[in-house]
């Protein structure tokens, strides 16, 4: 009789769900994370013990990672509902191919999202991804691949980026700020009531925590109850319960960051103008600062010899049309392409390079490549073969 009875309501659950193979099961009257008031056994649909969903988010100014006037993405925690929280929940499920989970799952414009607004201080976004979702995405109850009817291997994984950046679209905490008064400055400090000030009167409506590094505002993480699954539940925004803000309540720096602001379009990538700006003599050649972009914001240029710099002086390069396109050079000589590295100087054969929505192009290709992204005193060699940083350059607008 039992067998029977629970064969009815598989049936009716999987009609529930589409009858497709590969989706989370359905929740019915799920109760609120941390909120429940009887004890909940089934934990596909409620968040437990992880039941203070928490959306972090980043300001990094040094160096300035991602747009100008955007937040980044740090994650989506499941804090328990003290503010406690696992980490590292199942090693077996500690991918190393994110970026590929993503693709392969039909993820690319989440994925193109991420690349500019999910970003690595270090340029290394795949690793962070990984990090983020091994350590944090992995306690997460409702994503547990037994949450899902004919579990297919990594396919949790979208889910758990796709929500993260779901709310994270939510949360503009440059504009939440920007609306109570907070504007980044190199002079102005603010108090820690007039930034959650900005948060209890925004639509989120509740304060979050703050956190601060040298005295300068650095990460927000806004809490959330959740009724039901991470991937189909409703998330309910209330006060963080447990984790306290590390700022101090007055003279808090909202320092500004470098590097272009995010395109005013929702969803695309930057939109560049010209394809070429800087000045423009009489003799149609052009005269400018090529600078390096990494994750869509700025970080460094190049300098005279054709390498890649985050702390010294940029190189004024010239460009002079030439078939298609023009050649480059700098105060050391021309440059090219040599053993796959830019490179310029008096023995430089001159390569024509072209630009594509304001891009520096070589091939048709405007990603170029490190090992790193510079710092510090080191200098990087700007290659055209593959490498683990991708960098673009464009002419500095006057
Ligand atoms: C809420 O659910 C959790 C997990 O099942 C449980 O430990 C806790 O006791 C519940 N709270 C109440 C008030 O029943
Ligand atoms: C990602 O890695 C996992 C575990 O190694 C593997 O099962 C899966 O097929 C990989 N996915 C893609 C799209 O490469």
């Known amino acids: 009789m039992a067998s029977l009875a629970s064969a009815a309501i598989a049936v009716a659950l999987l009609a529930m769900s589409g009858a497709r193979a590969g989706l989370p099961v359905t929740c019915s009257n799920p109760q609120l994370s941390c909120q429940n008031t ?29 747009y100008s006037n955007s937040w980044t993405i740090h994650g989506l925690w499941p804090d328990h509902c003290d503010g406690t929280y696992d980490s590292s929940c199942d090693s077996k499920r500690a991918y190393t191919n994110i970026s590929s989970i993503l693709t ?9 999202y991420m690349n500019s607004y999910w970003v690595d201080i270090n340029g290394q976004d795949e690793s962070f991804w990984e990090h983020e979702w ?7 109850s409702t994503l547990d691949p037994s949450c899902y009817t004919s579990y297919t291997p990594t396919q949790e994984v979208p889910d758990f980026f796709q929500k993260a950046v779901d709310l994270f679209k939510t949360l503009d905490s440059y504009q939440i700020l920007s609306n109570g008064g907070i504007v980044p400055s190199t002079t102005k400090t603010y108090t820690s009531a007039q930034i959650q000030a900005a948060f209890t009167q925004s639509s989120f409506g509740f ?15 806004y809490s959330f109850n959740v009724r039901g699954s991470v991937q189909s539940g409703t998330f309910v925004p209330v006060a963080p319960s447990g984790s306290t803000s590390n700022c101090p309540s007055t003279g808090i720096k909202y320092l500004p960051k470098s590097g272009s602001p995010a395109p005013t379009t929702t969803g695309s990538q930057p939109t560049t103008t010209a394809t070429k700006t800087g000045s423009t003599s009489s003799t149609g050649t052009t005269t400018s600062y090529l600078n390096a972009y990494t994750g869509g914001s700025q970080t460094g240029c190049l300098i005279s010899a054709g390498t890649w710099y985050t702390s010294g002086t940029c190189a004024t390069y010239t460009a002079t049309p030439s078939g298609s396109g023009f050649t480059l050079k700098s105060s050391k000589g021309s440059c090219g392409i040599s053993n796959f590295a830019f490179t310029c100087g008096s023995g430089v054969s001159g390569t024509v390079f072209s630009a594509s929505n304001g891009e520096l192009a070589y091939d048709g290709n405007t990603n170029f490549y490190a090992s790193a992204v510079p710092s510090g005193q080191t200098q990087e060699t700007v290659s055209t073969q593959a490498e683990s940083v991708t960098v673009t350059f464009q002419w500095q607008s006057n």
């Open 207 to 221: 304060p979050a925590t703050i956190q601060c590094s040298s005295g300068a505002l650095d990460e927000i993480w």
């Open 38 to 66: 009887t004890v909940v056994s089934n934990t596909c649909c409620f968040n437990a013990p992880g039941g203070q969903l928490v959306q972090t988010q980043f300001w990094d100014t040094s160096p300035s990672t991602g």
């Open 134 to 140: 091994s350590k944090h995405g992995t306690c997460i």
């Open 104 to 112: 392969a799952a039909g993820k690319s414009d989440l994925l193109d």
